[in-house]
């Protein structure tokens, strides 16, 4: 395994929203609002089947694709500070939450280290998100990094869905 201060391979996506940072807070933390946004596109819905929001808890969902079937993932959430700071490890699951590999990229990692950082900004709230392998193989690192100059196009769609859900907050 390599030590990620060694090799870092760290995915950094900002994005400012009209909204205060509470507002963003909640859309990250309120399961029923995480559902409504945290989503590729619009042909996709997010369901969550747990969410237990404390250090060494789980959130746990499914993303059902149609046709294409479902993605499931699994958050055990490390550290929150609220309204500011979230993070967590994520992984890829089967139905009844077991860990299982990328289907498309067997060399994907395992397990993720997510990070969200909120601060005031003079539009409204910076959101700061850091993902990282964690405890990863070489091999593992190699394909987030071969992958990372794509790894936007997912969590931008997210944030563009968050965008529109904080507009209709706000209205």
């Known amino acids: 395994m390599s030590d990620q201060t060694d090799n870092p391979a760290n995915f950094v996506l900002e994005r400012t929203f009209a909204a205060p940072i509470e507002t963003v807070w909640r859309t990250w933390t309120d399961p029923a609002l995480f559902a409504r946004w945290y989503k590729p596109n619009d042909m996709c819905e997010t369901a969550v089947l747990e969410h237990d929001l404390q250090p060494g808890g789980v959130m746990r969902y499914e993303m059902r694709f149609g046709e294409m079937g479902s993605h499931y993932e699994r958050w055990e959430f490390a550290v929150i500070t609220p309204p500011v700071h979230l993070q967590w490890k994520q992984m890829l699951t089967d139905a009844d939450d077991n860990l299982v590999g990328n289907p498309r990229m067997p060399d994907w990692p395992k397990v993720m280290l997510t990070t969200i950082d909120l601060e005031a900004h003079p539009d409204g709230t910076l959101q700061r998100l850091t993902w990282r ?5 070489d091999a593992e690192i190699a394909c987030f990094k071969s992958a990372a100059p794509h790894l936007d196009k997912g969590w931008v769609g997210g944030f563009d ?9 706000a209205g």
Request: overall charge negative; glycine content about 8%.
């Open 133 to 137: 392998p964690l405890d990863a193989s």
């Open 161 to 169: 869905n968050l965008g529109k859900l904080l507009a209709e907050l």
